[in-house]
Nanobody, 132 residues
Framework: QVQLVESGGGSVQAGGSLRLSCAAY???????????MGWFRQAPGKEREGVAG????????YYHDSVKGRFTISQDNAKNTLYLQMNSLKPEDTAMYYC??????????????????????WGQGTQVTVSA
């Protein structure tokens, strides 16, 4: 079993930046079984969508088109922590952001990293609000 705890959300004006963190907790063998992680977001009245994913074995990444060039996903394996650096934030980025982790890798990064069904573990979310 793996527990994920997000932090770093908040309120910011358009054009600002935030960095989200996601700490993973669990037995060592459980943590080591994680092959990929991702960030998802859900705005009120909308479905949860994948924002960015990372294949932890080689740190290869994949992004939703709407955040390419603005968001960066990264990992610190020593700290069992995932990050999402968000720059040039827009009001449409306002949402609850969730961290997720999965085991059953397809072997390389790709669009599948943004699919909700690929993930087994989820955090509780952290709110990001961007004002115009």
């Amino acid at each position: 079993q793996v527990q994920l705890v997000e932090s770093g959300g908040g309120s910011v004006q358009a054009g600002g930046s935030l960095r989200l963190s996601c700490a993973a907790y669990g037995y060592t063998y459980s943590i080591n079984s994680i092959n990929y992680m991702g960030w998802f977001r859900q705005a009120p009245g909308k479905e949860r969508e994948g924002v960015a994913g990372i294949y932890t074995r080689d740190a290869s990444t994949y992004y939703h088109d709407s955040v390419k060039g603005r968001f960066t996903i990264s990992q610190d394996n020593a700290k069992n922590t995932l990050y999402l650096q968000m720059n040039s934030l827009k009001p449409e980025d306002t949402a609850m952001y969730y961290c997720a982790a999965g085991r059953y890798s397809r072997g390389a990064s790709g669009p599948w990293l943004l699919l909700r069904a690929e993930y087994s573990y989820w955090g509780q979310g952290t709110q990001v609000t961007v004002s115009a």
